[in-house]
């Protein structure tokens, strides 16, 4: 018969050969990071980042919180952006985690800072957790106020254009969202226009118990050719962009008669080839583009062959007031 004495060690060894998540941490002992955003002001970069808390951002699905969902947005500064980030350490209080950032938001003062991107380049490449497919966007306005924005019915602000833009672009397409791997990609492409989703706010659509509520929009967007930045473009500018563009979903072309608006239809999924023609020094661009689409309204009587005629002279018409609109910024 085995000892008592040795049954017990037998025991107390068998505790050796399991394993454990000796470093595991629970949801509430992590700070999870929504958002990024950088600027430079006074010849220093700051960082703002966005925080939810995702405990309470679950409780969603059993249905739409009563209250609103609290955002936390937190600043750090420093000579770089890495630096800048590391200042937001010091307050921190948990571990901060970078994989759930799902958007990133620029300020134009970085775009015209020289060095500005390779200094955001390094805070995506020395943080691991940090991924190429959050959405990426330019602003004039303050990040921190960006961050701040939250969408209806205290639904939380993962439901907003800064984390969904994709959604609205499906009822209307007019400036594509962009991810930073689609950016990065553009950005070292010789010879290739970079357009960057401009977001800001607005306090004039919406209210709330007669209160203006702000919400989010795309008001134009910032180029970039050949990795530099050549400038802004409001949203009026860029009425043709979303015919030559292949993800295009649907958009709508308004027809006026001489002095009455006639129709409104929507234009989807444009097929587009532009064919450079090069003689001697000079370069011009043979366009041509297909759409199809319904009719929404109708308000004057007009026949389908005209209708059609008119619809493709509107849409050539966009096209080249973008074009020019590019050439004025050399793009």
């Not at 770089?80 to 950032?101: C, E, H, K, M």
């Not at 010879?191 to 306090?203: A, D, E, R």
Request: charged share 20%.
């Amino acid at each position: 018969m085995m000892s008592l004495r040795k049954k017990v060690t037998i025991f107390l060894f068998f505790p050796l050969f399991l394993t454990g998540c000796w470093d595991l941490k629970d949801i509430q002992d992590i700070n999870f990071l929504t958002s990024i955003g950088f600027d430079y002001v006074d010849n220093q970069y700051t960082v703002y980042v966005q925080m939810l808390d995702f405990s309470t951002v679950a409780k969603m699905e059993s249905g739409k919180p009563v209250q609103p969902i609290p955002v936390w947005v937190g600043q750090g500064k420093g000579s770089s952006a890495v630096n800048a980030v590391v200042d937001l350490y010091r307050t921190s209080q948990l571990r901060i985690f970078y994989g759930q950032i799902n958007s990133i938001v620029v300020s134009e003062n970085v775009m015209k800072q020289e060095g500005g991107w390779e200094s955001i380049n390094q805070v995506q490449h020395r943080y691991y957790e940090m991924r190429y497919v959050p959405w990426v966007f330019g602003t004039k306005e303050p990040i921190d106020k960006i961050f701040a924005v939250t969408p209806f019915f205290n639904l939380s602000p993962l439901m907003s254009l800064l984390h969904q833009p994709q959604e609205g672009y499906k009822q209307e397409s007019f400036i594509a969202p962009l991810t930073s791997r689609e950016f990065v990609s553009d950005f070292h492409e010789p010879g290739k226009s970079t357009l960057l989703p401009s977001i800001s706010i607005s306090n004039e659509n919406w209210e709330r118990d007669t209160t203006p509520h702000p919400m989010l929009q795309m008001d134009g967007i910032f180029v970039f050719q050949d990795g530099k930045y050549q400038g802004w473009l409001n949203r009026k500018s860029l009425i043709g962009l979303r015919w030559v563009q292949s993800q295009t979903n649907r958009s709508p072309l308004e027809l006026n008669g001489d002095r009455e608006h006639q129709a409104t239809l929507f234009l989807e999924k444009p097929r587009i080839k532009i064919i450079p023609q090069v003689m001697d020094k000079e370069v011009k661009y043979a366009v041509d583009v297909k759409l199809t689409g319904y009719i929404v309204e109708l308000l004057q009587p007009i026949s389908e062959s005209l209708m059609e005629e008119k619809a493709a002279e509107q849409v050539e018409k966009e096209i080249k007031s973008t074009f020019e609109k590019g050439l004025s910024i050399h793009s």
